[in-house]
């Protein structure tokens, strides 16, 4: 029996809806306090997963932090001072060294650029690692929509089943109905009920 999505079989569609409204529940369980029975928009989502999810806060601080590795790489090095004192006999010599390196060649400037590039590709890994978590985000939520609908219509139809099954029962009763036709249709409510606990 085939379920129409995708050409899964139901319970390969139950296990991927399953695992997809895991990672749904996981990130909206680490990023918002447990509030019952209240609709949550994708969008909705999406905002509290950005506000408070540890991976993106770590993406977003790694960012941060290559823009400050560019910055000090721009910076002239600190100079340094050195004292010694020689003593030879009766004559002692103090000698006082202070040394400052001068970027003569443009080497500030190309750490300059290199680091900016650095800082870019950070940052550029970090949207990039926040629209594939948000993608995910988001397949877990549709996936979690289409898992409600599906009850929702196979409820339904149960509902529907259960009427018929009724029906069935009183035109057997009154001899104008089949005893295999009741069967068959109990029979469709045990799929229906197998298809919504699985």
Known sequence: MRSGVRGTTPAAFGRRCISRSLLLAGILGVTAPAVSGQPLTEAEALDRMRAGHPHLLALRLAAREAEAEARERGLLANPTVGYTREDIGLASDDFLLFSHELPVRGRVGLLREAAGHAGAGAEARADASRLAFESRLR??????LLAQERVAVLEGGLRELARLVKVLRAREREGEGSRFDRLRTER???DVETDLEA
Request: net charge negative; no cysteine.
């Open 139 to 144: 397949l877990a939520f549709t996936d979690l």
């Open 188 to 190: 469709e409510v045990a």
